[in-house]
């Protein structure tokens, strides 16, 4: 990932807590709107990366919006073969499923999760992935 953008994500990460702490929504809001535009303008060029998509999704406030953007993510982290990037934006994405009530989708995500972290190092992630999948199964 291109150094400069990942600096400006973890800033506006930083940025976005901030404004959320202080219960300020007019800085959240404009914050949350410079990390939409980088997206956006990152979008299919080589800066593109699932980790400013998936930040986006992180702090959107509409979870049918938020699923929309992780499953974004997703696509970008396909495209980059990120076993790390497709286990913890699946994760993110089931548990927002099953906010909205949508548990086939939230299993569904689960899976795809649970096939990709076998390729990666985080055992919590893993067993965050495998617990949650788990349990929606046996319900």
Known sequence: MNTKIYKKVLSLTNSLMAAA???DQSKFDKHYA???QLCTENENTDKDHPVQWETLADFTEDLV???SIYEQAL???DAIDSADFRSSIGLSA?????????????VEHLEKAK????????????????????????K
């Open 21 to 23: 702490k202080a219960n």
């Open 34 to 36: 410079e990390l939409k």
């Open 65 to 67: 919006t938020a699923v």
């Open 75 to 77: 696509v970008k982290a």
């Open 94 to 106: 089931a548990t927002l499923n099953i906010e909205l009530g949508n548990k086939a989708a939230a």
């Open 115 to 138: 096939a990709s972290c076998v390729d990666i190092v985080d055992v919590q992630l893993k067993t965050e992935i495998h617990g949650l999948l788990k349990s929606l199964k046996s």
